[in-house]
């Protein structure tokens, strides 16, 4: 019999939707999967939760978890009829135990506590890899990605996911486990978006991006123990990935959808994702990309380069630049402010998700500017947000 | 003539983009193709956007990504299931030979037909539900009709692919040929009889993706065990795709059963052969569920082929198509001297009768699928159980209402009975559907398009798809 001393999250198959097809079997890659006449199921004892065997199923009753303190056993599932009451859903934004994660979303989530994902959102995998089993990811590049001469340290890192399942969405978080020092009292988790889309920075190579800014003073004197980990990696390196994390902040699927996308900085993971999904995959959609990107100086905006060379029938790009010399003082509200009437006219249609992510300081400023273009504007906030199509995440 | 955008239209793991002899082939096929998919497609639906699953890759995370698409757009793919460089030939006289990469000379000619035959069976079920987008239950079935028909649709593709890269000219004019048939046509028909046959309505629909598209389950997998790699591994990536098909199927009925079961005790029917009151309320009765199960069941088994037939021996003995599972068997895998029983006609009875098991492969085959159909009617049958109402539905016997090898035109009743030709009629009657029974199945055929809305027949789904709510717009019809 298998005994656990504290909550496992148990992962089942409901009988009563299964057809019995046999594609879970055939996919596991570590034989986790049996049947009897009646029933396919999980063996607890084998099963990593790596996820293989969720894209193929084609019922869904492969998506089916139990919070336990004993795993079912095998015997008992081959003889369920149903699946055995719920005693906890699964698919909370960040899993369970991992209070450290829980933490961190909720502050990047302040601005938009009751958030929903847009309806078309494809539904995301969450806590694929934990702090007890965390997938190990290689570095395949790590480029600074603003000018060497500015302040701004900003890399973008490519890190391969070798035979791993880690599936991420458009907006997902990862959470980056750097080795534990002796000045740590405990392993450290930090979460970063990810920068590229669902099917990776390179199609059919099962790799992930991130968009991470090295942190010289993290409040407290101190240089940012994670960003400068990852940001001094190099080539081959191995990187200790869980995740992934977040279930609200993600992006419409419907090309008819209209993404209004407003960030500073790093904030730009992201949407570098949905923009290149969309260029990917959704090219033909009637749908519209604006972007409100807030930066110091051209040299400090992360993917300046790359940004300019975006086909501008994709996105519609507003450059908001606060310390350009030969530029007027212009920060995303100024941008947001100018092109008001558009923006006003974009969110009555029923397509139109917005969206921010950066720094927190940007978040009021733009609640400003809409309160002033919007004459309704905390009943439509609400609305939106009901709707799940505000979407915030600041820091 | 049109060029194909390789990387974004037709996302592969076949190295299409640099295959220059390939890609003219698939240059000259696909407007063909446009314009088959355009004339017996879905019947108007081109500008809807529908919430598809397509597969981008075949690891796991390509697998499935939803997202609207129209299905004219949808990205039709080619994809062969990881290889192992150290797969051996396992079964046959070549049993434990490395497997082919190529087509080995001496069987060109048999292996080509097998992809013509399977090939054929794919365009033809896109034909046979043309008109059904007309009359779905709910946007949520609509959108699983269109997924059935891309998917089929990429299944062409996949046959495609193997004919064009590795037959020559004989297999650019046979994936030519594929585009030219039409199922029903007098003239050109498709190859299999069962693929002839109408599928005039939603319950049609629903049993033809659970036993027809149950039979494509059976027919890939042996050839998935295939000496010739490339086919083997198309066919096991096709396989995953045939599931949701047969899920479509499956669940399809049980949602109908659950629909008239609950009607029924609703208004306080006990009594399943109360037909009249039970179709008034809208719902489908059990006894009707019964016959259209013992036609589509029995057309479906003639897709097996004859009992015995040298063509399948000869594909088993020379490596090019398996038993089911064949990997999983514990025997010779080359059936010297082995036998096995086969159902015959003998004296006015029928008996089973061993016959050498090499010769009588398509009755095996045609058990194991018999005995996959079972187990879903025993799930079906548990929902009736746990109602109270005294009903059960059954699998007819394997020689009822058959069109192809033993039991051709045969007089056997669907419980196995040799009858007089004069009973048969009777049986006939009784048991397939008839007339008033399309007619009442047609009238319960009406549209259903408010999102969260499905037909009175038909019950919502436990799960619907991408764990969306039941009320998700899966198709957007006026995009």
């Known amino acids: 019999m298998i005994t656990s001393t504290g909550l496992i999250r148990q992962h089942l198959i409901d009988p009563e939707v299964c057809i019995r097809c046999n594609t879970c079997e055939e996919t596991c890659p570590i034989g986790a999967i049996t049947h009897n006449d009646d029933n396919y199921v999980v063996d607890p004892a084998i099963c990593a939760s790596c996820g293989d065997c ?44 991992d209070d450290e994660a829980r933490a961190l979303l909720e502050v990047a989530h302040q601005g938009a506590p009751r958030a929903v994902a847009p309806k078309s959102a494809t539904v995301p995998h969450l806590n694929v890899a934990t702090r007890h089993s965390p997938i190990t990811a290689t570095v395949m590049g790590n480029y600074r990605i603003t000018d060497p001469q500015s302040e701004s340290d900003v890399h973008h890192l490519v890190l391969d996911l070798g035979g791993h399942a880690f599936p991420i969405l458009e907006g997902q978080s990862v959470g980056v486990l750097p080795p534990s020092s002796p000045d740590t009292m405990r392993p450290v988790l930090r979460l970063y978006s990810v920068s590229s889309p669902r099917d990776g920075e390179r199609p059919g190579h099962n790799n992930l991006a991130l968009t991470v800014k090295r942190v010289m003073n993290n409040g407290r004197g101190q240089p940012g123990l994670a960003s400068n980990y990852l940001c001094d990696l190099v080539k081959g390196d191995q990187v200790a990935l869980v995740g992934p994390f977040g279930d609200t902040f993600l992006m419409p699927t419907d090309p008819a959808s209209n993404l209004i996308m407003i960030c500073t900085g790093t904030g730009s993971a992201p949407f570098r994702a949905m923009t290149e999904f969309h260029r990917r995959h959704l090219p033909s959609g009637p749908g519209k990309l604006l972007l409100f990107f807030g930066a110091r100086t051209r040299s400090e905006l992360p993917y300046f380069g790359p940004l300019m060379k975006l086909d501008r029938t994709l996105i519609d790009i507003e450059l908001c630049l606060s310390r350009e010399d030969e530029l007027p003082v212009r920060h995303v509200q100024d941008g947001l402010r100018e092109r008001a009437v558009e923006v006003t006219e974009l969110l009555g249609h029923d397509a139109t998700h917005l969206y921010l992510c950066g720094v927190k300081g940007m978040e009021e400023s733009v609640r400003d500017v809409l309160a002033e273009s919007i004459p309704d504007w905390p009943a439509r906030e609400v609305q939106l947000l009901q709707e799940g199509r505000l979407h915030i995440e600041t820091y | 003539m049109e060029l194909i955008d390789y990387d974004s239209q037709i996302p592969n793991n076949v190295a299409l983009a640099s295959d220059e002899r390939l890609k003219r082939a698939l240059e000259q096929w696909h407007p063909g193709y446009l314009n088959w998919w355009n004339q017996m497609g879905p019947n108007g639906f081109a500008d809807s956007e529908v919430y598809l699953r397509t597969a981008t890759g075949v690891d796991p995370k390509g697998w499935a990504q939803f997202q609207y698409v129209k299905m004219p757009e949808y990205r039709w793919g080619i994809f062969l299931a990881p290889g192992d460089p150290e797969r051996r030939i396992g079964f046959g006289e070549h049993i434990g030979e490395p497997v082919w990469q190529e087509v080995p000379g001496e069987y060109r000619a048999m292996l080509r037909r097998l992809l013509v035959v399977q090939g054929d069976t794919e365009p033809a079920s896109v034909e046979q539900q043309r008109h059904l987008g007309a009359t779905a239950p709910s946007l949520y079935d609509l959108r699983n009709l269109f997924q059935v028909n891309v998917e089929e649709g990429r299944h062409l593709w996949a046959m495609v692919y193997l004919l064009q890269r590795y037959f020559g000219r004989d297999g650019r004019e046979e994936a030519e040929a594929l585009l030219h048939r039409r199922s029903g046509d007098e003239d050109r028909p498709r190859m299999l009889g069962a693929f002839n046959e109408d599928t005039p309505d939603w319950l049609s629909f629903f049993m033809f993706t659970f036993f027809t598209d149950r039979d494509g389950k059976y027919q890939l997998e042996a050839l998935a065990q295939s000496g010739f790699d490339p086919l083997a591994r198309t066919t096991r990536f096709m396989l995953t795709e045939e599931a949701h098909h047969m899920f479509v199927g499956e669940s399809g009925i049980g949602r109908v059963i659950d629909a008239t079961l609950a009607t029924m005790k609703a208004a306080g029917i006990e009594d399943p052969y109360d037909v009249d009151r039970i179709r008034t309320l809208g719902v489908i009765d059990l006894p009707t569920l019964q016959r259209y199960l013992n036609f589509h069941f029995s057309v479906s088994l003639d897709l097996f082929g004859a009992e015995g037939s040298s063509n399948a021996a000869n594909a088993f003995a020379s490596g090019l198509k398996g038993r089911f599972n064949e990997h999983k068997i514990t025997d010779d895998h080359r059936l010297v001297g082995a036998t096995y029983p086969v159902l015959r006609l003998q004296g006015g009875a029928i008996v089973a009768r061993d016959e050498p098991a090499l010769t009588v492969l398509n009755a095996r085959l045609r058990d194991d699928y018999a005995n996959d159909c079972a187990n879903g009617v025993k799930r079906w049958n548990k929902a009736i159980e746990k109602s109270g109402i005294q009903f059960q539905l059954t699998l007819p016997h394997l020689g009822f209402h058959r069109r192809v090898g033993e039991f051709q035109s045969q007089p056997i009743d669907p419980a196995g009975n040799v009858v007089t030709d004069r009973t048969f009629d009777q049986v006939t009657v009784s048991h397939l559907p008839n007339a008033t029974d399309r007619a009442f199945i047609n009238s319960l055929m009406q549209p259903v398009y408010e999102p969260g809305n499905y037909a009175r027949w038909i019950a919502a789904p436990k799960v619907a798809i991408d764990n969306k709510p039941g009320d998700f717009e899966f198709v957007r019809l006026h995009a």
């Not at chain 1, 894209?55 to 056993?73: F, L, Q, Y």
């Open chain 1, 54 to 97: 969720l894209g193929p199923c084609p019922t869904g009753a492969i998506d089916s978890w139990r919070i336990v303190t004993t795993p079912h056993s095998i015997d008992d599932q081959l003889g369920w009829e149903l699946l055995p009451e719920d005693t906890g859903e699964i698919f909370e934004s960040v899993p369970e135990g």
